[in-house]
């Protein structure tokens, strides 16, 4: 078989679906593999030994075993070579010999005759990936705007690792437009999501509004979670509840939802008191029906007053998990009077939560 050229040579990490990870730790990124990883080489397939083994022939060493050896692999995820035959491997020792780290992250299916943006990634880190200081910043910050989306992926989690004001650095217009880009709920997508919320600034707070209003409707629990971390960014969520469209507002409450601060409560409980419609009430209603901070009983009263079966029932079980003493013993008063607090009390469980919280 012809050989590519060293140079070209290319990792494309996209394991088969359903492969399963066998080997060591849990590194996923190129920079994880390559910190931890005793033998990092390109491999061709050799032969197949005892159950689970297999029997490869060094192509090209980047770290540990020498070029033009065998090599005895255990755990080789269920994964084909490249097309030309050959694997990247990120190994490390284990109980059985040599494994690949995070089982099929750490055997990849290499085609050395595309996207060498990747190849050019992986081989910086061998110098970089220990060296977390301005030279790994300069090289992932990169990565960022390669061509290939799995560089900008593993650049962006890297990065994640790195202290913050690193990612401080990076120009937040630039953050704001490569997300943009990314359709749909990518993992491209997520990983910029989680570097703009590691920034921690304010100026990125239209980010999030953008994402929660009109991002990938998947991705709201990541956005709400992110506005919590981004200065401004929950009261602009709350800002924009009013004359919305029912839609918007529903996305907005579903990410105040997972921001879960004391703002994001006050704006669900605005929403309990005056949205318009009953489906976004609703929506907020069950957020405030989960475990969090406390909510003011009177709103959660306000809809046990005035609102329908389904909104009844809601406000009853936040009272009962998020109201105070006084918001219980009234609740507990009303058990005969509103038939979804009576049935809220005598569902499974709520007996003893409700013994627990009148204790406290």
């Given at each position: 078989?012809?050989?590519?050229?060293?140079?070209?040579?290319?990792?494309?990490?996209?394991?088969?679906?359903?492969?399963?990870?066998?080997?060591?730790?849990?590194?996923?990124?190129?920079?994880?593999?390559?910190?931890?990883?005793?033998?990092?080489?390109?491999?061709?397939?050799?032969?197949?030994?005892?159950?689970?083994?297999?029997?490869?022939?060094?192509?090209?060493?980047?770290?540990?075993?020498?070029?033009?050896?065998?090599?005895?692999?255990?755990?080789?995820?269920?994964?084909?070579?490249?097309?030309?035959g050959l694997w990247l491997l990120y190994l490390a020792e284990g109980s059985r010999g040599?494994?690949?780290?995070?089982?099929?992250?750490?055997?990849?299916?290499?085609?050395?005759?595309?996207?060498?943006?990747?190849?050019?990634?992986?081989?910086?880190?061998?110098?970089?990936?220990?060296?977390?200081?301005?030279?790994?910043?300069?090289?992932?910050?990169?990565?960022?705007?390669?061509?290939?989306?799995?560089?900008?992926?593993?650049?962006?989690?890297?990065?994640?690792?790195?202290?913050?004001?690193?990612a401080r650095r990076i120009d937040g217009a630039f953050l704001a437009a490569a997300i943009?880009?990314e359709q749909g709920p990518t993992s491209m997508r997520s990983s910029l999501l989680r570097?703009?919320?590691?920034?921690?600034?304010?100026?990125?707070?239209?980010?999030?509004?953008?994402?929660?209003?009109?991002?990938?409707?998947?991705?709201?629990?990541?956005?709400?979670?992110?506005?919590?971390?981004?200065?401004?960014?929950?009261?602009?969520?709350?800002?924009?509840?009013?004359?919305?469209?029912?839609?918007?507002?529903?996305?907005?409450?579903?990410?105040?939802?997972?921001?879960?601060?004391?703002?994001?409560?006050?704006?669900?409980?605005?929403?309990?008191?005056?949205?318009?419609?009953?489906?976004?009430?609703?929506?907020?209603?069950?957020?405030?029906?989960?475990?969090?901070?406390?909510?003011?009983?009177?709103?959660?009263?306000?809809?046990?007053?005035?609102?329908?079966?389904?909104?009844?029932?809601?406000?009853?079980?936040?009272?009962?998990?998020?109201?105070?003493?006084?918001?219980?013993?009234?609740?507990?008063?009303?058990?005969?009077?509103?038939?979804?607090?009576?049935?809220?009390?005598?569902?499974?469980?709520?007996?003893?939560?409700?013994?627990?919280?009148?204790?406290?």
């Amino acid at each position: 078989m012809k050989r590519a050229p060293a140079f070209l040579l290319l990792a494309t990490l996209a394991p088969a679906a359903g492969a399963r990870s066998s080997g060591l730790g849990e590194a996923t990124t190129l920079g994880e593999l390559t910190r931890k990883a005793a033998t990092i080489a390109l491999a061709s397939p050799a032969g197949s030994l005892s159950e689970g083994r297999a029997l490869v022939f060094v192509e090209e060493s980047w770290r540990g075993a020498p070029a033009g050896t065998f090599l005895e692999i255990g755990g080789l995820p269920p994964l084909a070579p490249g097309p030309h035959g050959l694997w990247l491997l990120y190994l490390a020792e284990g109980s059985r010999g040599l494994l690949p780290l995070g089982g099929e992250r750490g055997a990849i299916p290499i085609d050395p005759f595309s996207d060498v943006h990747l190849v050019d990634h992986a081989r910086g880190l061998l110098v970089l990936a220990d060296l977390p200081g301005e030279d790994l910043f300069q090289h992932l910050a990169g990565g960022l705007e390669s061509p290939s989306s799995r560089v900008g992926e593993d650049a962006a989690a890297d990065l994640l690792r790195l202290p913050a004001g690193y990612a401080r650095r990076i120009d937040g217009a630039f953050l704001a437009a490569a997300i943009e880009r990314e359709q749909g709920p990518t993992s491209m997508r997520s990983s910029l999501l989680r570097l703009l919320g590691a920034r921690g600034l304010a100026g990125d707070a239209p980010v999030v509004l953008r994402e929660a209003t009109s991002g990938p409707a998947e991705m709201l629990p990541l956005v709400g979670g992110i506005a919590r971390e981004v200065p401004g960014a929950t009261e602009g969520l709350a800002a924009s509840l009013e004359g919305g469209a029912e839609e918007t507002r529903l996305r907005i409450v579903r990410a105040l939802a997972a921001a879960g601060d004391a703002t994001a409560t006050w704006a669900l409980g605005r929403v309990v008191l005056s949205d318009s419609s009953p489906v976004v009430r609703i929506e907020a209603l069950s957020a405030l029906a989960r475990p969090g901070g406390p909510v003011d009983g009177s709103i959660l009263f306000h809809a046990l007053a005035t609102g329908n079966p389904g909104e009844r029932t809601l406000a009853a079980r936040a009272i009962l998990l998020r109201g105070s003493p006084a918001d219980l013993e009234a609740l507990r008063a009303l058990a005969g009077s509103v038939a979804e607090v009576g049935g809220v009390l005598r569902e499974p469980g709520r007996a003893f939560i409700r013994t627990v919280r009148t204790r406290q």
